[in-house]
């Protein structure tokens, strides 16, 4: 009998998530700030470098471990019912989760992390860029447990219905080193500019 798939089978190496998580850090000012499904622990790292206090919130059993072993605050819960509880949050962190969610979830995440921040408390949700060519034909279904989508727009909308003001829809470059520097022009000539961004992030903060 095969064992099932590490949910970090098919994650990006540990050194470029490093740096995405201390790019994704800087958009924090005060914590605690909350990271949903917080998975190897990379942003909470990158949280703990900045000297803001973080809690990771996952269901995974590996992930929980992994990220206890770098000596880190973790709850094993459900995000819903993690949010349900939690007030006075500094910040909400959400990256490659909400596609793992049916939309009327996704809402309620959204809903209950905004009760859950203090009034300009900030919030960020990152997901996979189905614009970028390569993300949309084999990234994306690499990880059988997507349910959606989520373009920036809906995501952005649902923020606004709850009490959320937007401030910056951006767009993240895979970094694949200088080598694939040709490639990686050319793939923008055939596929447009969002070739090769493979996440997009919307923030916002409570108004």
Same mark, same amino acid.
């Given at each position: 009998?095969?064992?099932?798939? /590490?949910?970090?089978?098919?994650?990006? @190496?540990?050194? /470029?998530?490093?740096?995405?998580?201390? =790019?994704y850090a800087?958009?924090?000012?005060a914590?605690?700030?909350? @990271?949903?499904?917080?998975?190897? %622990?990379?942003? *909470?790292?990158?949280?703990?470098d900045?000297?803001?206090?973080?809690?990771?919130?996952?269901?995974?059993?590996?992930? &929980? =471990?992994?990220?206890?072993?770098? !000596?880190?605050?973790?709850v094993?819960?459900?995000? &819903? @019912?993690?949010?349900?509880?939690?007030r006075?949050?500094?910040?909400?962190?959400?990256?490659?989760?909400?596609?793992?969610?049916?939309?009327?979830t996704a809402?309620?995440?959204?809903?209950?992390? /905004?009760?859950?921040?203090?009034?300009? %408390?900030?919030?960020?949700?990152?997901?996979?860029?189905?614009?970028?060519?390569?993300? *949309?034909?084999?990234?994306?279904?690499?990880?059988?447990?997507?349910? =959606?989508?989520y373009?920036?727009?809906?995501i952005?909308? &649902?923020m606004?219905?709850? !009490? *959320?003001?937007?401030?910056?829809?951006?767009?993240?470059?895979?970094?694949? !080193? =200088?080598?694939?520097?040709?490639?990686m022009?050319?793939?923008?000539?055939?596929? !447009?500019?969002?070739? %090769?961004?493979?996440?997009?992030?919307?923030?916002?903060?409570?108004?």
């Open positions: 009998m095969t064992s099932a798939l /590490s949910p970090f089978e098919f994650a990006a @190496d540990a050194a /470029s998530t490093r740096r995405l998580m201390r =790019r800087a958009f924090f000012e914590g605690p700030v909350a @990271d949903l499904g917080s998975g190897r %622990g990379f942003f *909470l790292e990158a949280l703990r900045r000297a803001i206090p973080g809690i990771g919130v996952d269901v995974s059993d590996e992930a &929980i =471990r992994r990220a206890r072993l770098l !000596g880190f605050e973790c094993q819960s459900d995000v &819903i @019912d993690f949010l349900a509880t939690a006075k949050l500094g910040g909400v962190f959400a990256s490659h989760l909400i596609e793992h969610l049916e939309p009327p809402e309620e995440m959204v809903a209950r992390a /905004s009760e859950a921040l203090e009034p300009g %408390g900030r919030i960020v949700i990152v997901t996979p860029n189905m614009v970028d060519y390569r993300t *949309l034909t084999e990234l994306f279904w690499l990880d059988t447990t997507h349910v =959606r989508p373009p920036p727009r809906l952005a909308a &649902i606004e219905r709850h !009490g *959320l003001a937007v401030d910056e829809v951006g767009r993240v470059r895979t970094s694949q !080193g =200088r080598r694939a520097m040709p490639g022009l050319l793939g923008r000539l055939r596929f !447009g500019f969002d070739f %090769g961004r493979s996440e997009i992030f919307v923030r916002a903060h409570r108004g």
